[in-house]
């Protein structure tokens, strides 16, 4: 569960209520598709055939340029959530990361489903390394543009509880 139950408005766009403007929206979709990109190589070593995960990454940017519509990168990222079924482990974190940075087409805060996929995805291709959430964590947010960096931030604050606590580590 990474949606909360009470919806924060600064992650709703306008066109739905809510203050997030469509250029902000479509950053939070390029730094999502970056978190899960960090971590595709641990699908693609278990299924190396299988395109779905790497096919949502490249729809969640295609969605923030504007050559994609919302529908259809929604449904890559279901396709990508398909691909982490039989899979368990970094491989099965990874391809829900892609999923999760597909879907924030459809509802913003699916970025953060992005970001902690990934960081889970670290953590668990590297089990002896007590810092890999803390490095993967880091690591995400030097990638974040300045426009949506406070934003992201307070969120993860706000949603670190119901995204397994990965955002908090320090």
Do not use: N
Not at 24 to 41: F, P
Not at 112 to 134: N, W
Not at 141 to 149: G, T
Request: aromatic share 6%; hydrophobic share 45%; net charge neutral.
């Amino acid at each position: 569960m990474i949606l909360p139950e009470v919806r924060d408005q600064s992650m709703v766009t306008i066109r739905r209520g809510g203050t997030l403007r469509d250029d902000d929206h479509r950053l939070l979709a390029l730094w999502a598709a970056d978190c899960a990109e960090h971590v595709l190589h641990l699908f693609e070593v278990q299924a190396p055939e299988d395109m779905r995960v790497r096919d949502a990454v490249t729809a969640a940017r295609a969605w923030a340029e504007g050559t994609m519509p919302m529908m259809q990168a929604r449904a890559a990222g279901g396709h990508a959530m398909g691909a982490a079924r039989p899979l368990r482990g970094a491989a099965r974190f990874a391809a829900h990361a892609a999923g999760q940075a597909a879907c924030v087409a459809h509802v913003a805060e699916h970025d953060l489903g992005a970001a902690a996929y990934a960081i889970k995805a670290a953590r668990s291709a590297h089990p002896e390394d007590a810092a890999a959430t803390r490095t993967e964590r880091d690591w995400q947010r030097s990638q974040l543009p300045d426009q949506v960096r406070q934003l992201v931030l307070l969120d993860q604050r706000r949603r670190d509880s119901i995204c397994w606590f990965v955002f908090g580590t320090d």
